[in-house]
Nanobody, 124 residues
Framework: QVQLVESGGGLVQAGGSLRLSCAAS????????MGWFRQAPGKEREFVAA????????NYADSMKGRFTISRDNAKNTVYLQMNSLKPEDTAVYYC?????????????????WGQGTQVTVSS
């Protein structure tokens, strides 16, 4: 049974940083792509970043480039999202997802497994 468990969310002031973690278990993810998405209240789910577990190839939403960094630790089966220079508009529930095609796609419909999400709140 695949499990994706996010952690690391919380309350931070604008300009601050957070690092989210996504611990993956239940199968071998070497051929997978792992993505981060977010959803703010009243808004649609939004792609943040994705990484191919084997190659390390990444993809970022344009608005996140330069502020957010996705990475993975193969030994720990964990994917990270380092978020710097946070803004109030980054406030959302952040979700980790796994896509068995390995493509670092920005389409949430391609992802097969999802975590429960972790809340990030950025105060002004």
């Amino acid at each position: 049974q695949v499990q994706l468990v996010e952690s690391g969310g919380g309350l931070v002031q604008a300009g601050g940083s957070l690092r989210l973690s996504c611990a993956a278990s239940g199968r071998t993810f070497s051929n997978y792509a792992m993505g981060w998405f977010r959803q703010a209240p009243g808004k649609e789910r939004e792609f943040v970043a994705a990484i191919n577990w084997s190659t390390g190839r990444t993809n970022y939403a344009d608005s996140m480039k330069g502020r957010f960094t996705i990475s993975r630790d193969n030994a720990k089966n964990t994917v990270y999202l380092q978020m710097n220079s946070l803004k109030p508009e980054d406030t959302a529930v952040y979700y980790c997802a796994a896509d068995n095609t390995g493509w670092v796609t920005d389409s949430g419909y391609e992802y097969d497994y999802w975590g429960q999400g972790t809340q990030v709140t950025v105060s002004s």
